[in-house]
Nanobody
Framework: QVQLVESGGGLVQAGDSLTLSCAASERTFRGYGMGWFRQAPGKEREFVAGIRGSGGSTYYAESVKGRFTISRDNAKNTLYLQMTSLKVEDTAVYYC??????????????????WGQGTQVTVSS
């Protein structure tokens, strides 16, 4: 069982930056592909970014490409999401997720086995 705990959310203004962290309990963290998802009120959960277990490959949703950066520190069992040039439409609860395969990046939430509790990001205009 992998436990994931997100942190770093908050209220910011449009154009600001924010970095989210996700601490994992699993000592074999590098064996898990990781992803960030978000869910706005009244909308389905959507893929934001994913990263392979080694950290050598990443993939982004078009809506965040060039503004967000996903990374991981396997020595610290931690996943990050650096968000810059934030927009009002980035407002959502952000979740980190782990899947028991380090070799591919998946965008479908159903491909992930473990989820954090979420952290709220609110961007004001």
């Amino acid at each position: 069982q992998v436990q994931l705990v997100e942190s770093g959310g908050g209220l910011v203004q449009a154009g600001d930056s924010l970095t989210l962290s996700c601490a994992a309990s699993e000592r074999t963290f590098r064996g898990y592909g990781m992803g960030w998802f978000r869910q706005a009120p009244g909308k389905e959960r959507e893929f934001v970014a994913g990263i392979r277990g080694s950290g050598g490959s990443t993939y982004y949703a078009e809506s965040v490409k060039g503004r967000f950066t996903i990374s991981r520190d396997n020595a610290k069992n931690t996943l990050y999401l650096q968000m810059t040039s934030l927009k009002v439409e980035d407002t959502a609860v952000y979740y980190c997720a782990a899947r028991a395969s380090s070799l591919s990046i998946r965008t479908n939430p159903s491909a992930y086995n473990y989820w954090g509790q979420g952290t709220q990001v609110t961007v004001s205009s």
